[in-house]
Structures are given as C-alpha cells and as structure tokens.
C-alpha cells in the first residue's frame, strides 16, 4: 500500500482507533508528520492527513477524546484503517 501525506482535510468521521498511544499511530505511519496544531474551530488538537492508494484518509483527536477516551477519529476506507492498524480501529 502507498501511503503519501496530503493537505485535504477529512470531511467526517467513518471510525474509531482505540488504545493506541500517539506515538504508536506514528511508528505505523512513519512517512506521515502529525499536525499539531489546534484547528481552526479549535476542535482537532492533532490531525494526520495522508492518501493510501490515492484515496483520502485522516486521523485526528477530537474534543480531546484521547486524553478522555483513548480514541482517536478516523476518516477513509475500512480495509486501509484494517490493514494499518489491525484490531485498534473500530468501524462507526
């Protein structure tokens, strides 16, 4: 799978990554830099932008929901979010 960055922002929220540290979403994502700065509506505190196989996927911390929940949103096919990250993700 071809994984690239991007600047397209996801649109909504497909799934879930649950128990994962930030720095092990980075490990699997290894060509990827995080955005880490806080959105514009100040919602998304860190944000992953990436294409696999040209299609657009994202992951974020959303209203903090890491700190609270250990999860983060993701956006983009189930098969790509299944192959990276295995048992974490969580379809919606």
Not at 28 to 49: E, G
Not at 61 to 76: A, F, H
Request: aromatic share 10%; charged share 25%.
């Amino acid at each position: 799978m071809q994984i690239e960055s991007t600047s397209h922002e996801s649109p909504y929220r497909t799934g879930t990554l649950k128990g994962l540290t930030l720095s092990e979403v980075q490990k699997m994502l290894p060509d990827i830099s995080p955005d880490t700065r806080t959105s514009c509506d100040r919602k998304a505190t860190i944000t992953w932008r990436f294409l696999a196989d040209g299609k657009l996927c994202g992951i974020w911390n959303y209203r903090k929901s890491y700190e609270v929940l250990n999860e983060l949103s993701t956006y983009g096919p189930d098969e790509v979010f299944t192959a990276i990250f295995n048992q974490a993700y969580t379809v919606l």
